[in-house]
């Protein structure tokens, strides 16, 4: 991308307008002479860059269909890291989606706005069609050179379109699949069925993502996503920002470090610029330009402002960016949150099973002599294989559980709610509450639970 910047356009400074207002001329140095075999290093930031959003595009493809990650409305289940959670195991559901969110603020405190520039799909999608444009714009220039420039207009739009068309729909059905199961979705988008909620949704997802994608693009995030705006309260002097240094004062005043920035700005006014996504594309193009001349570039990732360049030799962990007493605690809440949410996960067993009293009765007497509690039960299966469910009654003389089968079944997925008796001989009891628990066991896996409960019986006069 930086194959046009050659010598000539620096010593005769044929350089395009900048976007914004010139800025007053910076005093020149001397310069040496220019070294025109200068080659940027193998390893940059935009190669970096691009790798990087290769692999993000991938992993953004393909989480939704291996349960990585998907909160699937119609059955109610959220993936999160190949468990399967239920909506009513609500607490573990927050915490792991508060666990994310923490995760992102506090590496936009260590490392600025890297999510942005490295990792945001929306960022990724909207460098891809802007380079995607700019590579059939001179397509259609080379091979279609004799046609007027109004039919070469023409047929870039169209054929910039209809890509971007079908590639709102792919995307689409994408970012869909992370709410519906990907085959489902597949499926019913085979069968079109665009009438029912799901094919509306998916209209209207893929009609917003073509117009993001074809017009919004990087307006995007200085308009509508707030994270920008985040960052300039979550970042401060230990944070590492894209900031332009020039000791000696040699800038070439080339403005190739505006001229490759995709946000449209000039790095050098200040690198707080809610823009400036610390994509590091300014600190390759100095690089290259001041490269020519023998000098190191002017732009660079910094610890802060006055900091340590990134890469300058330093302990290991202020190289990492653990470079106070604040990142080390964050560094350390995020250490403690992830074993406890990993604990959390461990224990969580893949048969539920609840009982509660119901208490809109509080007995019956059966025509039997025999004194009735009705209790509540609720068992479901969030594991992949089929259980069953037993239970047993410690601390209660006599009493029997009326269930057609002790081994009551529970297959995989399914969640049963049902009420059960348990009964105990009328005066075998001394008190009217009598504490007593219930086990539970389930097969096959072994899991226990045990609840505590209460079994009532009349009072003294009702029994005479
Ligand atoms: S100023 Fe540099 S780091 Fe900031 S967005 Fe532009 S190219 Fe990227
Ligand atoms: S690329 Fe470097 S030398 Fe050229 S204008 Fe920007 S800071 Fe100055």
Wanted: charged share 20%.
């Amino acid at each position: 991308m930086y194959a046009e910047a050659n010598t000539t356009e620096i010593t005769e400074g044929g350089i395009a307008a900048p976007p914004r207002a010139e800025k007053p001329v910076r005093p020149r140095k001397k310069l040496p002479v220019i070294n025109k075999d200068f080659q940027l290093e193998k390893y940059n930031w935009h190669r970096v860059r691009r790798i990087i959003h290769l692999a993000c595009f991938l992993v953004f493809v393909l989480l939704p269909f291996f349960n990585v990650m998907r909160f699937d409305i119609p059955r109610q289940r959220f993936y999160f890291a190949g468990f399967e959670l239920w909506i009513n195991e609500f607490a573990i559901i927050f915490f792991s989606l508060m666990f994310l969110l923490f995760v992102v603020t506090a590496v936009s405190m260590l490392y600025g706005r890297v999510y942005c520039g490295y990792l945001c799909p929306q960022m990724i999608f909207s460098e891809a069609s802007i380079n995607f444009e700019e590579k059939i714009k001179t397509f259609i220039n080379k091979h279609f050179a004799r046609k007027s420039l109004q039919a070469r207009l023409w047929m870039n739009r169209v054929a910039v379109y209809s890509v971007l068309g079908v590639a709102s729909v792919f995307l689409a059905f994408v970012f869909i699949s992370y709410f519906v199961e990907p085959r489902d979705l597949f499926w019913r988008l085979a069968s079109l069925d665009i009438v029912t909620a799901g094919g509306i949704a998916g209209a209207a997802v893929t009609l917003i993502t073509f117009a993001d994608f074809a017009f919004l693009r990087q307006r995007f995030c200085t308009t509508v996503c707030p994270y920008g705006y985040l960052q300039g309260i979550l970042g401060d002097d230990n944070t590492l920002v894209v900031q332009y240094r020039d000791p000696k004062q040699i800038c070439v005043e080339c403005k190739k470090c505006i001229r490759v920035c995709h946000m449209g700005i000039d790095i050098r006014e200040s690198p707080y610029q809610i823009e400036c996504i610390h994509c590091g594309e300014c600190v390759d193009a100095c690089k290259l330009i001041m490269g020519k001349f023998g000098e190191d570039t002017l732009i660079h990732y910094a610890w802060g402002e006055k900091g340590e360049l990134l890469g300058e030799k330093a302990k290991w962990y202020r190289r990492i960016g653990l470079r106070d007493a604040k990142r080390i605690a964050v560094f350390a809440i995020i250490f403690v949150y992830a074993t406890s949410l990993a604990v959390a996960f461990s224990m969580r067993h893949s048969v539920l099973v609840r009982v509660s009293p119901n208490r809109a009765t509080l007995y019956r007497i059966g025509d039997d002599n025999r004194v009735y509690n009705t209790f509540r039960m609720t068992l479901a299966n969030r594991g992949k294989n089929d259980a069953a469910v037993s239970l047993a009654i410690d601390g209660l003389p006599g009493a029997v559980i009326t269930l057609p089968s002790n081994e009551i079944p529970v297959s995989a997925g399914d969640s049963i709610p049902r009420e059960f008796e348990i009964s105990v001989p009328a005066n075998s009891l001394p008190h009217e509450i009598n504490h007593f628990k219930i086990h539970s066991l389930v097969s096959p896996d072994g899991t226990k639970n045990t609840f505590e409960e209460t079994f009532v019986m009349p009072v003294e006069k009702e029994k005479r």
